[in-house]
DNA sequence: CGAGTCGTTGCAACCGGTTGCAAAAAATCA
DNA sequence: TGATTTTTTGCAACCGGTTGCAACGACTCG
């Protein structure tokens, strides 16, 4: 159905290898037959076949692109940002959906057989070694939005989940709550561990705290109103930090529902900043993962992999910061004037 | 890097065509043979490259996915849906994304050089054209979330828009609202003009009710808050159809803002019945779109195209329906007991 | 036991490109 | 101008599979 090299070389009365040739940048071909072939493509609108050269060339520019978590809306964001960056690179997201999957090597010979250059893994809750199948099988491959290690077996890119943990526990301190507590996600997921070790790690080295901790199924916003519902039913602590955006919105809604209000009552701390936080009716005070900067980065390192594949893993780190909204009481001694 | 076919051979002591065969189904093998060769196969974690067989069958069983929207969260279900679907098939999802590209003449080129088996238009902004491109160019291709049109030149599967206009219309005028008006997405999208024509429609046809229209800048939160913080500087409906569930949101929050009140002091309806409009810190009235019945049978459908690409296409519609939740009034003479 | 069937097998060509190599053509130099 | 170097070109083999075809062996049947 599509137009052919051999057609357009036949058209333009050259060999198959001259047309090539004018296709592949850096070889050898003259001036005069470079505008005969060029004339003749574009008579016939031809286009290389990337499928077929990849054979010869061992390239097919697609990136396998495996993602676990389709119900938080910050992976939308996610997508959008590495599927346009892959493609402002000339790279193609082939996608791989790895829902209730926890299992690598399926996905694995998938990719094979599909020739990818490279695999993205796109997750905070896949254990570890999973991306680490990838580069076993021989696949360049980059864990996004990984658990931070200093001396990783695979390239990772995402932010120290510990450090937020910290970072959550002496805000909240600093605001004064004396009973504070880590509603986080799914106890398997490595990014929730992380937070609740950091946080805990602040929080017992402080006098005169009381901590606690709990999770929820998933990160999504039916299990944090479930979970902060539960709470509620026992005795709680004066202010929560959730482990992720959308299970914040499910405890505050939770919350609503008891006719509690925020920050009067119960303040709330998130994490990721996704859009949706500074919606005006929601309004969460939260950490900011800078999703952009992991993305990029992301794929930035896939691509430097691809050539040079032997590269030592390395481990980049994105700082996080508070994104101070409505959620959480104001320090203590600072006149809320206004 | 991988195991190829010839090696497989060798170690099994056969030619390569019987080792393309035991894995090509309705081949004939005979028994022993093909034991030694899956035994070989095994040894050496065989797998054949589809990229390599789709040289000659033709056939890559990647599915191009074209996706526009990637602000309203509905689409990251979409996305899984769609991926699971297709990955459920034996399909593999390659993605383009378009934002900000309206020509279709990139993607076409760009999956034609992949060999994509099909096409999955999912927009319900793009112009009718673009998926037909697609078709021009001799791939099977079906249009998602499509306008519809009795007649198609190409396989559209969504909902009718037009009469998601009337419903709307209908509601309001039912629950005794007797000035209303669409809050639109972008004037340009396909979608938000069926469902204002629909919408006029009825009301237009209907004595004692005021009715008018208004646009957004997008289907997203931002742009339902701004043209709904403008419309109540002027006289105000008593309610309002908007054209999308995250519209309907950023509608609601500038309400809210304003001071005033949902359903006491304005009505709203949305339309999608996205995840988010059953949280109960939402709680949207809306017209559900059944984004998983669409999906479903635009992937079957595309894998019908693959095995029979001549057949004429058709437009596949779903029907909607309201979700009643609590941001309409009750209907007149309804006592609202409880 | 020989002829006729039928399932199995390998050869070789092909899918749409790429690329090493040697021959041909063009450019450079003496 | 002829010899030498450099560039351009086509041939042919190859990437990893598939498939038409003819040869082969086993099996059936008369």
């Not at 050269?53 to 520019?61: A, D, E, N, P, V």
């Not at 990783?152 to 004396?178: H, K, M, Q, W």
């Not at 902060?228 to 959730?242: E, H, K, N, S, V």
Request: net charge neutral; proline share 6%; charged share 20%.
């Amino acid at each position: 159905m599509a137009v052919t090299l051999k057609e357009v070389a036949a058209l333009a009365g050259v060999s198959r290898s001259a047309v090539s040739r004018t296709f592949t940048k850096g070889a050898s071909v003259s001036r005069g037959t470079r505008e005969k072939v060029e004339q003749a493509a574009q008579e016939l609108g031809y286009r290389p076949n990337v499928i077929a050269s990849s054979l010869s060339t061992g390239r097919t520019k697609m990136i396998g692109l495996v993602l676990d978590n389709f119900r938080n809306p910050i992976f939308l964001q996610v997508f959008d940002l590495f599927t346009r960056g892959l493609q402002d690179r000339g790279l193609r997201p082939l996608l791989v959906n790895l829902t209730g999957e926890t299992e690598p090597e399926n996905s694995v010979q998938m990719l094979q057989q599909y020739s990818v250059d490279g695999v993205i893994v796109a997750s905070s809750t896949l254990p570890p070694d999973f991306a680490k199948a990838f580069r076993t099988a021989g696949l360049p491959v980059v864990h996004a939005f990984a658990r931070h290690k200093p001396q990783p077996e695979i390239d990772i890119v995402g932010i120290d989940n510990r450090f937020c943990g910290r970072l959550a526990a002496r805000t909240l301190i600093a605001r004064g709550y004396s009973s504070i507590a880590f509603m986080g996600g799914p106890a398997t997921a490595t990014s929730t561990r992380d937070r609740l070790e950091g946080f805990l790690e602040v929080a017992q080295a402080t006098p005169d705290i009381t901590v606690s901790h709990s999770f929820s199924e998933a990160y999504s916003f039916r299990a944090g109103r479930a979970e902060m519902t539960r709470l509620l039913q026992g005795p709680r602590a004066q202010a929560y930090f959730c482990g992720d955006d959308v299970l914040s919105i499910g405890a505050l809604s939770a919350i609503a529902s008891a006719g509690l209000s925020v920050p009067r009552d119960i303040g709330i701390i998130g994490l990721n900043d996704m859009e949706m936080a500074g919606w005006e009716n929601i309004n969460l005070t939260t950490i900011h993962q800078p999703t952009a900067g992991i993305t990029t980065a992301a794929v930035e390192r896939i691509q430097a992999l691809l050539d040079a594949p032997q590269s030592p893993p390395k481990a980049q780190l994105f700082d996080c910061h508070i994104v101070e909204r409505g959620t959480l009481r104001a320090p203590p001694g600072n006149d809320q004037a206004g």
